[in-house]
């Protein structure tokens, strides 16, 4: 396992729906994640888990607390920085895809290439190889709505590695998927995580799909109220 990639130490989120009706959403959270883990954060519905992942994907600010991610202290960042780290820093696969309905999959895959400055000649070779990765060469040119909900989704994760993020960071990546293509999808990350040893945090309500990752973070009440280890896939540990 490689060094401290995320630090979140006493991380406070409030919200402010008329003073004095403070909501504080999350009530101290502390979590590590490090380079080249896999690790679930689970929660009820109404856990923090959605906060969460806003503030570790630099969507949000904390109220309170310290985020470091990959040697940047979050909270002295400007919004220019901000907006730079999240298309560098941070690759996201979301539940609801998020693609752009009048680009091709190959344009999706290229375009956060496109914000980082990369020549079009390269990115376009890479989002091919991307696409490959993923089983999706033979679709690269379609658009979004010729596109079933898994392609959509590899499609997607082919998109969040586009500039080797130092994070992905999945929001219920499979969460409008069937069984079988939720298999699919989540073979894809374990070969991410074993062969380009990338750092995943998987943000799910399901437990079985949890438990394959390395670490499941447990959030009720906006705390963790328990870490456990994780590894199992097909019912072997």
Known sequence: MGEKIISLKGIK????????????VLHGIDFEVNEGEFVAVVGES???KSTLMNIIGVLDRQTEGEYILDGIDISKA???KLSEIRNKKVGF???TFNLIGRQSALKNVELPMLYN?????????????????????????????????GQKQRVSIARAIANDPAVILADEPTGALDSQTSRTVMDIFHRLHKEQHKTIILITHNKEIADECDRVITLKDGMIINESKGGKRNGIS
């Open 78 to 80: 400007n919004d220019k």
């Open 46 to 48: 109404g856990s923090g």
């Open 93 to 95: 696969v979301f539940q």
């Open 13 to 24: 989120k409030s919200f402010f729906i008329g003073k004095p009706n403070e909501l504080e």
């Open 117 to 149: 400055g990369v020549n079009k000649r390269e990115r376009t070779k890479r989002a091919e190889e991307l696409l490959e990765m993923v089983n999706m060469k033979d679709r690269m040119k379609h658009k979004p709505n010729e596109l079933s909900g």
